[in-house]
């Protein structure tokens, strides 16, 4: 088999696979190189598996989370780890059009794409120095980003570097990754060092008719 009938096969697997199955296997991933082959065999039926099938709706919630604590619907927001533009569709409709997206998937970002709400899409990886300047972004906004098989913690002050001084990062962490992953410790770090402040943070579902296992949460930048 040739590689082009391999990444077929990979997709059409994908697109029969359960959504909730594919969620398992996400939350599974320990390398990177597991989690560049999944994301970019699923990008193309990311949307439906995960709102249609699972009912996610941890973006629409986040993105409602931000737009709570930002006045200027001309903000400049970085959408990070935005995937196949979930949230930034959601921020599109709140009336929120100058947003850039950050991805480690270029399959993703193509799919981001198409759906026309980024100024800009920009392919990284949160586990490196991000090639952004300081204090760019009028905001930041990262949901699904920080769970199991991920990015870690210390993601969280790269993000914060590039915002300007006084604004805010709506973030979803995953509940159970909180305490055992360092999130809450980073954050108390973040705190002390005068980096960031945690103005809020409260335990929601990311899918309908779940347990709440998110932690949504804002940040402010100091």
């Known amino acids: 088999m040739n590689k ?9 697997s994908l697109e029969d696979e359960s959504s909730a199955m594919l969620l398992k296997r996400a939350y599974g991933l320990e390398t990177s190189d597991e989690a560049r082959a999944l994301y970019r065999d699923w990008a193309s039926t990311y949307d439906a598996h995960l709102e249609n099938g699972l009912l996610y709706r941890a973006p629409q919630r986040i993105a409602e989370t931000l737009a709570e604590v930002v006045e200027d619907s001309a903000a400049l927001i970085l959408d ?111 705190e002390r060092q005068g980096i960031a402040s945690l103005e809020s943070v409260r335990d929601e579902s990311y899918f309908d008719g779940a347990p709440a296992e998110g932690k949504f949460c804002v940040l402010r930048r100091q």
């Open 4 to 12: 082009s009938e391999h990444k077929l096969r990979t997709s059409a």
């Open 80 to 190: 990070v780890g935005c995937g196949t533009g979930l949230v930034g569709d959601y921020l599109d409709h709140l009336g929120f059009h100058m947003i850039d997206g950050l991805d480690f998937s270029p399959e993703m970002l193509m799919v981001a794409g198409e759906k026309s709400v980024y100024r800009t899409l920009i392919e990284a990886d949160l586990e490196k120095p991000l090639e952004i300047a300081d204090g760019v972004y009028d905001a930041a906004i990262c949901c699904g980003t920080f769970t199991h098989g991920h990015v870690g913690p210390k993601a969280l002050a790269e993000i914060c570097r590039t915002l300007k001084r006084g604004t805010p990062f709506a973030c979803t962490i995953h509940t159970h990754l909180w305490e055992e992953a360092g999130f809450a410790a980073e954050v108390s770090s973040l």
